[in-house]
């Protein structure tokens, strides 16, 4: 059994990208303790960049919100999903705000070993995901982490646009964990 910890970057409450991290998490349920965590919930702020976790005492960071409950959780994740509508080509703000505060050396001390993606884009273009997969993969490969696969939904724009299809290709993914 991982500890799975599913970081949903939408702002949107009950919108694509919750409802497909919930698809997955029912399939990875099965067999794994499983955390959806919803930005929209937290109030993290973005990285001011003074490298001052680099000497601070346990690497605490100068900004005091809600990224403790984060770094605390990512300490005990096996697996961290990433979920994010696309926003001009890009995850979603708010999760780019979460994701530069890994930018600390208290990330030794994750135990994360592998990462999966979720994304929903409104348009229908072939290259609707290119830049965040790039991202994506270059992480993976910087940080040695595992892929645990990805699904790719575009064309969803108001929430009843998603599938059935696309929820029970989420909800396969999770299963094989
Ligand atoms: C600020 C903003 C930027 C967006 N940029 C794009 C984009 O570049 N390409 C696209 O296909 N959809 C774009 N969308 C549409 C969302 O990706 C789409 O509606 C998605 O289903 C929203 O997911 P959610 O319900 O989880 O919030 C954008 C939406 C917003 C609010």
Do not use: W
């Amino acid at each position: 059994m991982s500890k799975i910890l599913i970081l949903n970057g939408s702002p949107r409450k009950n919108g694509n990208t919750y409802n497909l991290a919930l698809s997955f998490a029912k399939g990875a349920e099965k067999n794994n303790d499983v955390e959806i965590i919803s930005i929209r919930d937290y109030n993290i702020n973005p990285c001011v960049g003074c490298n001052r976790c680099f000497e601070n005492d346990g690497n605490a960071c100068v900004q005091n919100d809600d990224m403790n409950l984060i770094y605390e959780k990512m300490k005990e994740a096996d697996i961290v999903v990433i979920a994010s509508p696309v926003y001009f080509y890009g995850i979603s703000a708010q999760l780019k705000a979460l994701v530069d505060r890994f930018h600390t050396p208290m990330r030794n001390s994750f135990k994360t070993k592998k990462l999966g993606l979720l994304l929903v884009g409104a348009a229908k273009i072939p290259e609707l995901f290119d830049s965040i997969i790039t991202q994506y993969e270059l992480v993976l490969k910087f940080f040695k982490l595992d892929d645990i696969g990805r699904v790719l939904v575009s064309g969803v724009r108001e929430t009843s646009d998603l599938s059935e299809n696309d929820s029970t290709r989420a909800y396969e993914l999770g299963a094989k964990l």
